[in-house]
């Protein structure tokens, strides 16, 4: 055995067994968060791996940047293989994958090395180019950590040249070593040959540093954001931010457990896969330039809030597991937001936490739960829940929360709504009307088909009521056998479940499973994408089953059978741009039914879209609970919205909300515009 | 026939409205009850004995005057021990007094003293042999209750302006009380009074609100709201939520879901559309008057009174036609 | 501070009312109950003063039936450290009675302060805490708008007609708290679980003789829908003329 092998043995077992030490390190860490099991349903992990990792499918989001870092992602892939080539070249010299492999396949295998090599080659210029030159403003955040994005760049570079220098030095030695499918190492080869004496020893120099890099690379990440290339693969299987599960379904709680704590204030009271989260975000800032609340300059930063909670666990977890390699993990520590200085080791484990030393109040009463960020997020990190779970800390641990928001806890309390109105009053809409109520029809001996839900803002607001009685307007006139709650209805609870309030959530939602299943409840419409939501994805985990359509998707079916009696003069031509539902689009991925229905509805309808649509749409700032509360800093998120809306000259707007109505009329108000804002049921009903 | 001990309110030594609707009611009681004598309280500084006249105009037989200098300011526990004193000297059937800032804090002070039953906030009394038969709005009137009370000697205190003072002039005849106890030991001792309460009116405390909404157009437009108030003397100036966000008034002055829940006795709506974050804060107030461009706004569903048209044109003229309803007043 | 709060359970204001079949009470069906809201206000009210002046306890105490242990858990889960119930089938009306029971459960209990509620939704009669203070012997403060206390006195705020009173007294003493003195928090999950485990002792209200009744209940008359009455400036008159004659608010 050569003296090289036995040195390029050692350096690469103390590379490895670095690097396993720091692994073994980080899921140290990381155990420190509570259990959640993702273990079930492989094969739609792996699908999203397959997607949303191996074809980049959220990095494409972003054209630009994401032909980059696809270019990188995928030259990474390939070159593995060569890398791989290469160190077993280092214990068996003269070692090729020519000698097992057919010729034409080891000749697709060599042109791809060079070919990616070039293409890595321009887009890792191309990324420098952009981080120093252009500046795109969602990398420009507060303290954010750029001298390692310019390290790794660098190394990646490396890596390319000295791959393609150690293949040119070898083809110039012996040209018959690399065939001409490599046709950058040759071509590279033919340029260096009159410049080198000692092609062999530059070769081999190559080589090494092609080694050495690749392990410094390696035990370069852990101490980097750029972590993410060893954890994103593995956090997109373990996510459930694109399925398996319905998406968006808050995390259930047992509230009579035993425990000093409800939600959480620190890392430890997150789940593993929060902390997870943490290692896998690079610091891109696609969620960050998506958020409502930032871009209308309020304090929340999703990708604050997943840097926050990696800077905290990197403060904390080496003191808590007694780590003797507690080094500096400058990149890990520092970042965005990162303004808790390290102090002494009671600090950290006494007065700081997640909570207050890091992540505000301010920052998680401002997020709409509009989903835009854990849409965007190319490695599937789930910021919403982290805010959603300090939120419950708030309320059901400190009592700590906006106060104009305890009226509206207290009012669902008391009057099953979060505005002060008297469940008495909960069906006056349907007045006059003719329309049993389940009470009603069971004393007839009827058993309805359907239970229209009609919501809260459907039976009290003015303006959503019109929705209400168009909507029924509509059943009626379609035949369908239906009834209502009446005053047997209330609040669900899912505004106090958005706003951290847990136990009111679950007392109201147990309470209305217990009312729905006396009157064997099967299938339910509603015009309310909150109740929607609520009924047909959370309610299943408290026992609550039922076929839950929301009114776009049941109004296109109508039309789609043609049970719609609808005029058909359609002299009515109407531009009409539509507004999507957070709740329904990015949480329900229903976008095309109230498009549809519009079209069908209006066959000579030009449907315009805004700026930002479907799973891009911005929302309308009344989601999380936002409508309870102040808005105060910043441009108002409604009307940046509107100001969209009306920026495609529609001479309507088309809503399938009514908080979405109620934001969306304020922001046309505003903006003193007279541009008339309809619910789709309503354009439906006015060709009844 | 049944005797009547009434307190007669006063502030300084003026009669106080309150105080003469008091001895009204006792009079039309002892009336009720065969003719009985009507004794008014007075209680205050030197002078104060010099409201016998109109109290005679008003019914009372007699008028028992307590004046005593430490008594300038109220002083509730002199007030409660003297005329629990007085109704034990009497054989009266009943004390009553208005249920005023004063009265709520001296009625049940009397009954319990005389340890005797007691009935607030009355809006009507009658006798019904044995018993009194009262009317009280209970459930922030939205329930009339009314309640018998079985007792030979009863306190009631009665609802301002619920029952209109009115003439039953005779000549009273004067006594003169000192006070029960000395007005320098009392427990409670009041150390300054601030005259106009709480300078500008508090929302929640003002009987009449004026709001206005986007509809004013400009923040300066919340001139022709506050003259509006300045007219009513009483009133105080709110807003919506989209005003106060948009910094034309401050948050303290919103009405509504996440401001304040108001329920004065006049509510004037002014430009303000009636969006359900509004309507919650100002639904149950006793009069709601809305002035808005659009005559589908919601804030019409809820008014008593609506008027459509331009807020900027109706407002001055409201405010011009109050001033003169004032004064005529 | 040792402060006893007297609370009572009401029906959320609201609600719609009506009359229940032996027409001398309201139809409780589908009503909502809670603590009182003037309640609340003491319950924060005596919190605070003891969160301010170190150690202390706040002792929440009601007189009623058992529903009225929901509310004192209320109280407890808000942050009083325990409660009484003084037991009683019904809360009469006669608010000298129930003021008779109350005093006879706090003269013994070396209380600093007792607060009340200035008056209850439902009787909206404000005679408990006053009478109570009388019957005890103890200086009372009827609706103050608030309250400091320092070494062994206190400080209120009461509101008169057009005018506002500072006022002195010593302690033990009585106080019934008015609304926007202090808005009463909300208990979070970690009070309610804990209020399961406070202490609340159950003993029979000494209630005086009961000598006011209802006769009857009534609902007021409904309120005539709103109508428009003009259009523009010359409406004013009309308007105007109705608040003068109709409203009687002017």
Known sequence: MSASIVIFLFIAVLGAGFFALNVQRLVRYMRLGGSDDRTGEPFTRLKNVLTI????????????????????????????????????????????????????????????????????????????????????????????????????????????????????????????????????????????????????AVGATSWWLHVLLVLAFLNYLPYSKHLHVATSLINVYLSNTSGPGQKGVMRPMDLEADVDHFGAADVEHLTWKNLLDGYSCTECGRCTAACPANITGKPLSPRKIVINTRQRLMEKAPLVTG????????????????????????????????????????????????????????????????????????????????????????????????????????????????????????????????????????????????????????????????????????????????????????????????????????????????????????????GGNYEVIHHSTFIERLLEENRVPLQTDDGKRLTVAYHDSCYLGRYNDVYDAPRETLKRALPVVELLEPKRSRDRGLCCGAGGGRMWMEERTGKRINVERTEELLATGAEAIAVACPFCMTMIGDGVRAAESDVPVLDISEIVASRL | MAQVLVFAETRGTSPRKAGLEAVTAARQLADATGGGEVHAFVAGPPGV???????????????????????????????????????????????????????REVGPQVAAKLDAPIVSDATEIKAAGDTLVVTHPAYANKVIATLEVTAPLAVVSLRPSAIAA???????????????????????????????????????????????????????????????????????????????????????????????????????????????????????????????????????????????????????????????????? | MKIAVCIKRTPDSESRFRIAASSTAIDEAGLKFDIDDFASYAVEVALQLNEKQGPGETVAIAVGPDSVQETLRKAMSMGADRAVQLKTDAVPVDGLAVAKALAAELSAGGFDLVLFGKHAFDTAAGVVGTATAELMGIPCVTAATKLDIANGRGTARREIEGAAEIVEFALPAAVTIDEGIARPRYPSLKGIMAAKKKPLETKPAQLGPVRVRVKSMALPPERPAGRIIGEGAAAVPELVRLLQTEAKVL
């Open chain 2, 166 to 329: 009115a003439a039953s002039p005779r000549t009273a005849r004067t006594e003169t009380m000192a006070p029960a106890i000395d007005p320098s030991a009392a427990k409670v001792a009041v150390k300054e009074v601030i005259e106009g309460g709480r300078g500008k009116l508090d929302l929640g405390e003002a009987p009449v609100i004026v709001a206005g909404g986007r509809g004013l157009k400009a923040a300066e437009n919340f001139r022709l709201l506050e003259d509006l108030a300045a007219a009513f003397g009483n009133a105080a100036v709110g807003a919506t939520r989209a005003v106060t966000d948009d910094g034309w008034r401050p948050h303290s002055d919103q009405i509504g879901q996440t401001g304040r829940q108001v329920s004065p006795q006049l509510y004037v709506a002014a430009g303000i559309s009636g969006a359900i974050q509004h309507l919650a804060g100002m639904r149950t107030s006793r009069t709601i008057v809305a002035i808005n461009k659009d005559k589908e706004a919601p804030i019409f569903k809820v008014a008593d009174y609506g008027i459509v048209g331009d807020v900027l044109e109706i407002v001055p003229a409201l405010t011009a036609a109050v001033r003169d309803a004032k004064a005529r007043h």
């Open chain 1, 323 to 542: 780590d003797w390699m507690e080094l500096l993990h400058r990149a890990l520590v520092h970042g965005e937001g990162g303004d808790a200085a390290p102090t002494t080791a009671e600090a950290i484990l006494g007065e700081h936490r997640l909570l207050d030393t890091y992540i505000s109040e301010a920052e998680l009463w401002a997020c709409t739960s509009c989903r835009a960020c854990v849409q965007e997020c190319p490695v599937s990190i789930d910021q919403l829940e982290i805010i959603n779970e300090l939120r419950r800390y708030l309320v059901l641990t400190e009592s700590r929360f906006p106060e104009e928001i305890q009226p509206a806890f207290e009012s669902l309390e008391r009057n099953g709504s979060p505005w002060a109105f008297s469940p008495s009053d909960r069906a006056r809409w349907a007045d006059g009307m003719d329309i049993p109520t389940m009470a009603e029809a069971f004393e007839r001996g009827e058993r309805p088909d359907v239970l229209f839900w009609v919501g809260c803002m459907g039976s009290f607001d003015d303006r959503a009521k019109k929705i209400t009685v168009a909507f029924a307007r509509i059943l009626k006139a379609c035949g369908i056998k239906f009834a209502i709650l009446g005053q047997e209805e209330h609040c669900h609870g899912d505004p106090a479940r958005r706003m951290g309030n847990e136990y009111l959530y679950q007392m109201l939602a147990k309470d209305t499973i217990g009312t729905l299943d006396r009157y064997e409840v099967k299938t339910i419409v509603t015009s309310c994408p909150h109740c929607f939501h609520q009924l047909g994805n959370e309610f299943p985990a408290l």
């Open chain 1, 53 to 200: 990792g191996i074809a980049q499918t959220k990095i494409f989001r972003d054209p630009v940047a994401g032909a980059m870092h696809a270019t990188i992602f995928w030259g990474f892939l390939v070159i593995t293989a060569g890398t791989i080539e290469i160190f077993i070249q280092g214990v068996f010299p003269g070692f090729s994958y020519a000698l097992f492999l057919p010729r034409p396949v080891f000749q697709v295998y060599a042109a791809s090395q060079d070919a990616f090599a070039v293409l890595v080659l321009a887009a890792v210029a191309f990324a420098l180019y952009r981080r120093l030159v252009l500046h795109p403003k969602r990398l420009e955040g507060d303290k954010l950590e750029h001298t390692d994005a310019l390290i790794i760049l660098s190394m990646i570079g490396g890596l390319m040249v000295t791959l393609l220098v150690t293949n040119a030095c070898r083809a110039i030695g012996d040209p018959s070593a690399i065939g001409a499918e490599r046709f950058a190492s040759t071509a590279l080869a033919a340029a260096l040959a009159p410049m080198l004496s000692h092609p062999a």
């Open chain 2, 49 to 103: 004995g010099g409201v016998a006249e109109v109290l005679g105009q008003h019914g009372a037989d007699v008028v028992v005057i307590v004046e005593h200098a430490g008594m300038a300011t109220s002083n509730r526990e002199v007030v409660a021990a003297t005329l629990a004193a007085r109704a034990k000297v009497g054989s009266y059937r009943a004390v009553l007094l208005p249920f005023s800032a004063q009265g």
